[in-house]
């Protein structure tokens, strides 16, 4: 049985999904960035995974105390464009967050994925890959567990709200771009925390019917949601680095985690 039974993984999976909209995001991120950026710490570090060793980029601002943190999840192009991602994470750095890049992918020895090769059995390990990335995270000392969220593009989003859904996971909110809750999930969809919603309408790759699906699930079980459909945008923008559209959709991103993240509440804490 595929992951998600209202769109088979290769309709999902037929072209990048990580290339376009993170890029347009890192431009973004250049732009709206100070002039005099705070001292970032940057780091490598691995927690293990059924005997495996997966990477995890640390970037931490260069502050005493704990920090709401923020983990990015990449599409299906993997890590290829590592600074891509990079850039976003000392963005958010700059915005008072710890920022988290988990190499999932190293669970499966995967680089990137085709149509063909995306199994239920990779999915479901990916999960529980981020879902340790999640406790991980929540145990490191500059990180307040009880403001951890997740950013997920695409896959990344398939990936982000499937962990979130689970319970006793430590999210206080999730971003998703271009994705959806895998089938199997719904009726996990009450254990959400925040979520922001961000879809185009012309979506070719991930119909926004599963923006619309998300929705009703949040609704039915009265978890708060924000959400932005751009009626004229197919899938990540279609890599328009500058749209405005995907301006918009930044600048809902930074506001939605300052709200859910940065007051200093006890949220989701297992």
């Not at 998600?4 to 037929?14: D, E, F, G, T, V």
């Not at 990137?112 to 199994?119: G, L, R």
């Not at 981020?130 to 403001?147: F, I, K, N, T």
Request: proline share 6%; glycine share 8%.
């Amino acid at each position: 049985m595929p992951w998600n039974q209202r769109m088979p993984l290769s309709s999902l999976m037929h072209r990048p999904l990580s290339a376009g909209l993170p890029i347009a995001l890192a431009a973004l991120a250049l732009l709206g960035s100070p002039a005099a950026a705070e001292t970032i710490k940057e780091s490598t570090r691995s927690f293990t995974v059924d005997g495996k060793a997966i990477m995890m980029e640390c970037f931490t601002p260069d502050k005493e105390g704990r920090h709401p943190a923020i983990l990015l999840l990449h599409g299906a192009d993997g890590m290829k464009d590592a600074s891509i991602y990079q850039c976003l994470a000392k963005m958010l750095v700059r915005r008072g967050y710890v920022a988290l890049i988990a190499h999932y992918f190293e669970r499966t020895k995967t680089e990137c994925i085709k149509p063909k090769a995306i199994e239920e059995k990779h999915f479901v390990a990916w999960r529980e890959t981020v879902r340790q990335a999640v406790l991980y995270a929540a145990g490191l000392p500059e990180v307040d567990r009880r403001r951890i969220g997740l950013l997920g593009f695409s896959l990344g989003a398939y990936l982000s709200l499937a962990v979130a859904a689970q319970d006793k996971v430590p999210v206080a909110a999730v971003a998703e771009f271009f994705g959806g809750l895998p089938k199997e999930m719904h009726a996990n969809a009450k254990n959400l925390p925040p979520v922001l919603i961000v879809h185009g309408g012309e979506d070719r790759t991930v119909p926004v019917e599963e923006a619309l699906d998300l929705e009703k699930l949040l609704q039915q079980h009265e978890r708060a949601y924000e959400k932005k459909i751009y009626k004229e945008q197919g899938h990540l923008f279609g890599g328009h680095y500058l749209d405005p559209d995907a301006r918009d959709a930044w600048k809902r991103t930074l506001a939605f985690f300052g709200k859910y993240l940065q007051r200093p509440r006890a949220v989701r804490a297992p």
